[in-house]
């Protein structure tokens, strides 16, 4: 996905340094302007050939230009780890997936569960069970081992900051019993520990309005400076993938709010550990 962004970022550019109209640029490969659109976003999958034309009709004649442009086409075309657990992972969150994957950093605030990232294993379980009641052992032992190698990016050669602000209701509400959250926020303070993990409580007695009022969403921030920021917010049955920078900086400003008014990191420890001892 974010190799679609940037190879679509790349050719915007190009086409527009040679002041030629997405009509024109569509024309040239036997396509609509919306297609040259929707590629120029990242939104659609790329054929070589196309590319190929495209990179003549801008005037890219540099063999090791044109050669290096390809080859991004052909890495925005493997497809990911995730793509092969794609019978218990929804469409739209197989992009969510891989452009986590891709993130440096990964800003969250949530109201209803720990972070997945942050999840120990018995609460995984319980968080799956909730949302697929009816799903055989096999299938939750699948999610889970999905949830499994998404974890993987923490402690991975290129792992991402972390940065996951929540609700303390989040972590006092004993979701799949006593011994259940014992071992999850156990877990959430040895994660907290991490360098490149930061983990926030928005306490209870905060009284004054909460930035986060309108719900619960993740800001992915990427290292090539191509790729703009995305948010994602999660509904019952899809997702909105939102990276317009009049919106996205609309979520930077409240996720900066929702930290100030959060417990400091080394606070947000110690609550954790005075919620795990009254446990």
Do not use: C
Request: charged fraction near 25%; proline fraction near 3%.
């Amino acid at each position: 996905m974010v190799r679609r962004i940037l190879l679509g970022s790349q050719l915007r550019r190009l086409r527009e340094a040679q002041g030629i109209t997405r009509e024109a640029a569509g024309y040239s490969i036997r396509a609509s302007e919306s297609k040259i659109s929707r590629m120029e976003l990242g939104r659609v999958s790329f054929k070589e050939r196309d590319v190929a034309d495209l990179l003549t009709l801008y005037g890219i004649t540099d063999d090791a230009e044109r050669t290096g442009l390809l080859g991004l086409v052909r890495e925005a075309n493997v497809a990911g780890w995730w793509h092969g657990f794609g019978d218990v992972l929804p469409a739209w969150f197989q992009t969510y997936v891989g452009l986590e994957e891709s993130a440096s950093v990964i800003r969250s605030f949530e109201t209803q569960f720990v972070h997945g990232l942050l999840q120990a294993d018995d609460y995984t379980r319980a968080v799956i069970e909730l949302g697929h009641p009816d799903a055989p052992a096999d299938e939750v032992e699948r999610r889970l081992d999905l949830r499994h190698k998404r974890q993987k990016l923490l402690t991975s050669e290129l792992a991402p900051q972390i940065v996951a602000v929540m609700d303390e209701a989040v972590v006092l509400r004993r979701f799949g019993g006593r011994e259940v959250m014992r071992a999850q926020l156990a877990h959430l303070v040895e994660a907290s520990e991490q360098p490149n993990v930061t983990v926030q409580l928005l306490p209870l007695e905060f009284t004054g309005y909460s930035a986060g009022a309108s719900g619960t969403f993740t800001q992915l921030t990427f290292p090539e400076s191509d790729v703009p920021d995305v948010v994602y917010v999660e509904q019952l049955t899809g997702a909105m993938y939102i990276d317009k920078r009049e919106e996205v900086d609309q979520y930077r400003v409240v996720m900066a709010k929702l930290r100030a008014d959060s417990l400091s990191p080394e606070a947000t420890r110690d609550r954790l550990n005075a919620v795990l001892r009254d446990i």
